[in-house]
């Protein structure tokens, strides 16, 4: 089987019906499709994608790592179903670790940022503040709708089929949160939140140029949107938050990918600290 016929079937079978995040098949298919589309899957072999892999990860390490498990798990899928009749050539390629990335808003940048925000677009501002007060994912943000909100109860409810984690979600809407939403809300003709600037009816789609001006004005290096997520659960870390409050906040399943914060919350260390100390310091 052609690469380019597991690929559609895989999109029309599982993709499209099963997953609910599909930028990652999207990306691929973008970038490396052309590579593999014409290559009968049952003769791929190993060494020439590790070779693959190898280029890939001398310009860019988690690309490199994304399109192999891209690959992966579509050569899976057509093994499971049947189409293919081979082992997994992905299985056996050696690939690079990844660190967590574990950028936020420093304290000396937070004024800077709040201080070009400011000079943002009035639609920017709230985005990007909604973004930073509730710690949702930029796609949730971005897709927002005015059913899902509560203002009566200060919550917003994430829907399942909107969350990455498949089940909803209940973010508890702060009053400078609530205050945008309610804001908005006077001047609210459709369904979203934020809806696109051509088509009112869909939901807005990026803030790539709003974010990288802002950026600039900010004067701030390497903080991409989602770090405004890592943020928010960042300083709920180093006020002294515990673990599963900070998961149940950020919607994570699994508090290993809230243990990133642990290492912030650093008053139970500082107390131990000092408290030993004390045995040296007083007589």
């Known amino acids: 089987m052609l690469f380019k016929d597991l690929y559609e079937l895989y999109w029309t079978k599982h993709v499209k019906l099963r997953v609910q995040h ?3 098949i999207h990306y691929f298919w973008k970038a490396q499709g052309v590579k593999w589309a014409y290559r009968e899957v049952e003769t791929i072999q190993t060494r020439e994608l590790q070779d ?3 280029d890939i990860a001398v310009i860019s390490k988690s690309a490199a790592v994304k399109y192999c498990n891209t690959l992966s798990t579509m050569i899976a899928w057509g093994i499971k179903r049947g189409y293919l009749n081979c082992t997994n050539p992905c299985r056996d ?3 690079v670790k990844l660190r967590a990335r574990e950028r936020f808003l420093l304290p000396e940048e937070v004024d800077r940022f709040k201080q070009a925000l400011a000079m943002s677009p009035r639609d920017l501002q709230d985005l990007f ?3 930073l007060l509730t710690g949702a994912r930029k796609g949730n943000v971005f897709t927002m709708e005015w059913d899902e909100v509560n203002t009566a109860l200060a919550l917003w409810t994430i829907p399942a089929h909107k ?3 498949l089940d909803s979600h209940i973010n508890v809407l702060t009053p400078p949160a609530l205050a945008i939403l309610e804001r908005r809300k006077q001047h609210a003709t459709g369904r979203y939140v934020f809806p696109g600037r051509l088509n009112p009816d ?3 789609r990026d803030a790539k140029r709003g974010w990288s ?3 600039r004005r900010a004067d701030i290096k390497d903080f991409r949107i989602h770090d405004l997520r890592r943020t928010f659960g ?4 180093i006020n002294g938050s515990s673990i599963p409050i900070i998961a149940q906040a950020l919607g994570h399943n699994d508090h290993r990918s809230t243990a990133i914060y642990a290492r912030l919350n650093l008053d139970p260390v500082r107390s131990a600290i000092e408290a030993s100390q004390n045995r040296f310091i007083n007589p």
């Open 22 to 24: 599909t930028d990652n």
């Open 93 to 95: 390629v050696q690939k």
């Open 129 to 131: 503040w909604l973004l």
């Open 234 to 237: 960042s300083y709920m870390a």
């Open 213 to 215: 001006a802002l950026m």
């Open 202 to 204: 869909a939901p807005k």
């Open 52 to 54: 693959w892999f190898d």
């Open 163 to 165: 969350h990455k984690n």
